[in-house]
């Protein structure tokens, strides 16, 4: 458990919370302690989907603007990896994940949202990559995870405006998956991810690789990903549950092995 991070896990839901008042900026400590949990939560069995939360006010406004103006170039160019590196974490955890979006998600805020499977937005939240107007462009996959996501030309509006979006505007253009009233944010992703919870942990495992590693390949590529991946889970246990529940007509009670 780190100092602004924590992991809390309820019925094999780990929930990421951020904790850093008053805005949750995300200096090189929250950075670091973000990767520390993502592998954490990625690691550990019990754990079958994750919520990445900021609290009842905000999600996260950003990186600590103060800490990163003192840096030249030569110190961003190093940080910069372990700025990318950390945020990886999350996008590898092989597990469902969801993000918990109250308040603001902004700059690195919102590209961490972006690391995670879905997003699940309050009705007053606040989107966006406001960057530009700081003079600099998104550096934790702001400019390769949002055109991914919602397409090239909505991104480059919000990364060349750094206008930010809400939650009604961000729902219609597929940055967020749900918009639910600010008080059941929380609630409402953990009711999302026990709908994960009691899958087959090493298919979903799978599914998720496979979607996300193809799209970063042709076809082709893909393809022989997804086979490889659909073959392998022949071998695990939850396979044969699966298919016996599905000839005898019952409910499978998946083990994740």
Known sequence: MGEFVRVETVDQIATIRLDRPKMNALNAQVQREIGEAAREVDADPGVRAVVVYGG???????????????????DMSLHSRTLQDC???????????IA???????????ELALCADFRLAGESAKLGQPEIQLGIIPGAGGTQRLPRLIGPARAKDLIFSGRHVTAAEALAIGLVD?????????????????TFAGGPA?????AKQAVD???EADLDTGLEIERL???????????????????EKSKPTFTGR
């Not at 918990?100 to 919102?110: E, K, Q, R």
């Not at 749900?178 to 026990?194: F, G, N, S, T």
């Open 56 to 74: 009842e006010r905000v999600f996260s406004a950003g990186a600590d603007i103060k800490e990163m103006a003192g840096m030249s170039y030569a």
């Open 202 to 206: 090493m298919a979903l495992r799978a």
């Open 100 to 110: 918990a979006i109250t308040g603001y998600a902004l700059g690195g805020g919102c």
């Open 213 to 215: 590693r193809g799209l």
């Open 229 to 247: 991946h659909f073959s392998g889970l022949f071998a695990t246990d939850d396979a044969k549950i699966g298919m016996t529940a599905f000839a």
């Open 178 to 194: 749900r918009v639910v009233p600010d008080a059941e944010v929380h609630k409402a992703a953990l009711e999302w991810a026990a």
């Open 87 to 97: 945020f990886t974490a999350v996008a590898r955890i092989g597990k469902p994940v």
